[in-house]
T-cell receptor
Framework: DAKTTQPNSMESNEEEPVHLPCNHS???????IHWYRQLPSQGPEYVIH???SNVNNRMASLAIAEDRKSSTLILHRATLRDAAVYYC??????????FGTGTRLLVSP | EAGVAQSPRYKIIEKRQSVAFWCNPI?????LYWYQQILGQGPKLLIQ????????DSQLPKDRFSAERLKGVDSTLKIQPAKLEDSAVYLC?????????????FGPGTRLLVL
């Protein structure tokens, strides 16, 4: 299965931007990059996805490297409610998502 | 719009007992997934249904796990007999279709503890 690598944890202060990196060096040309986040005692929640171009939505931005071997999720202004585990995953076809171990984001007031 | 519903939310059983989990996906969603999430790990896909047919069950331990999706709506996941290593959160998710860009919507999960 396609593998993603993320730092175990990151810290941020409230209202500061956060850049969450993800490496996916074995990505194939048709794999979509999906980001989900999981708050305590909840199921994962969709954040954003992309294929080749950078993407923006109301929650975040996704910056994809030109060679597609890495990507970065950008939270423009972190809030306390953004504290969660963020998963970078690859959609390897027919909606099969392969999740990594995720990055735990800690946000301080 | 109602989200993905799962029950029960918590279950404690002894090893070798059987257990069943229920999932009701978002109305109109053709694709349904069951994931297993062990503490400290990301979710792992167990089985994927497209309507009432199985698309992928390659990671389902078929000697003890079974799942069905009758009439292409609700689904049940069963473990019989349970082992200690089955202790995990079982997540159900659904999506409108199988396309690569479809968003998956997850339920709150069922937390299983096997003693």
């Amino acid at each position: 299965d396609a593998k993603t690598t993320q730092p175990n944890s990151m810290e941020s202060n409230e209202e500061e931007p956060v850049h969450l990196p993800c490496n996916h060096s074995t990505i194939s040309g048709t794999d979509y990059i999906h980001w989900y986040r999981q708050l305590p005692s909840q199921g994962p929640e969709y954040v954003i996805h992309g294929l080749t171009s950078n993407v923006n939505n109301r929650m975040a931005s996704l910056a994809i490297a030109e060679d597609r071997k890495s990507s970065t999720l950008i939270l423009h202004r972190a809030t306390l409610r953004d504290a969660a585990v963020y998963y970078c995953s690859l959609n390897t076809g027919f909606q099969k998502l392969v999740f990594g171990t995720g990055t735990r984001l800690l946000v301080s007031p | 719009e109602a989200g993905v519903a799962q029950s029960p939310r918590y279950k404690i059983i002894e090893k070798r007992q059987s257990v069943a989990f229920w999932c009701n996906p978002i109305s109109g969603h053709a694709t349904l997934y069951w994931y297993q999430q062990i503490l400290g790990q990301g979710p792992k896909l167990l089985i994927q249904f497209q309507n009432n047919g199985v698309v992928d069950d390659s990671q389902l331990p078929k000697d003890r796990f079974s799942a069905e999706r009758l009439k292409g709506v609700d689904s049940t996941l069963k473990i019989q007999p349970a082992k200690l290593e089955d202790s995990a959160v079982y997540l159900c998710a659904s999506s409108f279709g199988p396309a690569d860009r479809e968003t998956q919507y997850f339920g709150p999960g069922t937390r299983l503890l096997v003693l």
